[in-house]
């Protein structure tokens, strides 16, 4: 007779994530197809029976998912005891063929509880923050709205997908339009601040091309009649004396705006590499490069480990060094869009895409229509 006839047992043989998802509105009891009264075989204290009324989204399911796999894990070790103790003789091929039919149904389980429950592998016996905290509920958002998704934790209710469909169909296009706004503004800011650097101010007024102008002379041709009749050509010199203008504003360099993404990309490595202890320099420069360049693997996420303590001020801290990256990252696209432009009209012109302007005759065409 096989363990799951026997009538002191309580295996779950055939589970789904939809007959796990009836827990929020049954007692966990009702998948077993055992004795209810067996207390061994059904360990739902009175605790877990409280803690299955939650009225949040998609806390309540990832509190359940740790409720469930604990009395998964009870249940099996139940089970394994039952195999040792139900069996007359005890020799190794029968215990072995039982305990190995009992493993593999507890591994069904636990992917089944993993991969569409998104039981995060922490007991609920156990001391852990969840996941779906206010921290982390902030970062899921912001990782949405900015289209980074890491991945890491995902919806696993429909209302929870409905209102994440909802919330990212309104959310991307007014965050790409504020960060598209706040960049420009940013940028104006730091090149105005750029060029009030004595350096770059000085190289501005007295650079090459920027001197004072020379002035033009004209001579003006004028035909005069005379008391008695007779025509005269006079001729008069006319000065052009030129103002002195102020020189236009000086485009801020590609390298400063590659120094500004690299020292915030530093700064971050080295934030991340003190917070979390297992990951070294490249595991944290990484996670900064796949965030700020909107990637979002998901696979390295700061306070989403078994181990990690205090993990809600990362996640804050996540969200904004994220906000933070992006805006800045916007800001050296404002400022690097007239560049580009004139480069890739440059490079248009030598592949012959792009037609040459003589900027000569154009000049020229100019002075003809002065005279």
């Known amino acids: ?48 029976k409280d803690k299955k009324d939650i009225p949040n989204l998609e806390q309540g399911n990832e509190k359940q998912s740790r409720i469930i796999t604990t009395n998964l894990r009870k249940e099996t070790l139940n089970d394994l005891w039952n195999t040792t103790y139900l069996l007359d003789i005890f020799e190794k091929p029968n215990w072995t063929g039982r305990v190995e039919n009992t493993l593999r149904l507890f591994e069904k389980q636990i992917y089944i509880a993993t991969t569409q429950l998104g039981w995060d592998g922490i007991s609920d016996e156990a001391v852990g923050e969840l996941h779906w905290s206010f921290t982390g509920s902030l970062l899921y958002s912001v990782t949405v709205i900015t289209t980074i998704g890491y991945g890491h934790i ?30 420009s503004l940013l940028g104006k800011g730091f090149q105005i601040f750029y060029n009030r650097i004595p350096v770059v101010r ?44 102020l020189p236009p504003p000086q485009h801020v360099p590609i390298i400063v705006c590659s120094l500004l993404v690299i020292t915030y990309t530093l ?22 490069f796949i965030t700020l360049s909107t990637i979002g693997f998901g696979d390295v996420v700061p306070g989403h480990s078994l181990d990690s303590w205090q993990s809600q001020p990362k996640q804050f801290i996540c969200a904004i060094y994220l906000l933070f990256g992006l805006t800045l990252l916007a800001m050296c696209f404002d400022l690097l869009q007239e560049q580009v432009r004139t480069f890739a009209r440059w490079f248009g012109e030598c592949l012959g895409i792009v037609e040459v302007e003589d900027d000569e005759e154009d000049e020229e065409d100019t002075g003809h229509n002065e005279n």
Request: aromatic content about 8%.
């Open 202 to 245: 000085n190289k501005r007024d007295f650079g090459i091309g920027n001197a004072l102008p020379l002035p033009a002379t004209t001579i003006q041709h004028k035909k005069v009649k005379g008391e008695d009749g007779t025509i005269t050509e006079e001729k008069n010199l006319i000065v052009y004396i030129p103002s002195r203008t």
């Open 154 to 183: 995902t919806p696993k209710t429909a209302w929870g997908r409905i209102v994440t469909m909802i919330y990212a169909f309104f959310g991307i296009p007014l965050t790409l339009l504020c960060l598209a706004n706040i960049g």
């Open 1 to 48: 007779m096989s363990i799951a006839e026997s009538s002191e047992t309580c295996i779950i043989s055939d589970i789904s994530a939809h007959d796990i998802n009836k827990i929020h509105s049954a007692s966990y009891n009702s998948l077993c197809a055992g004795d209810d009264t067996n207390d061994v075989t059904n360990p739902v204290t009175e605790k877990e």
């Open 267 to 288: 700064i971050g490595t080295l934030l991340f590499h003190l917070w979390e202890t297992s990951w070294d320099i490249l595991t944290s420069a990484y996670f900064c």
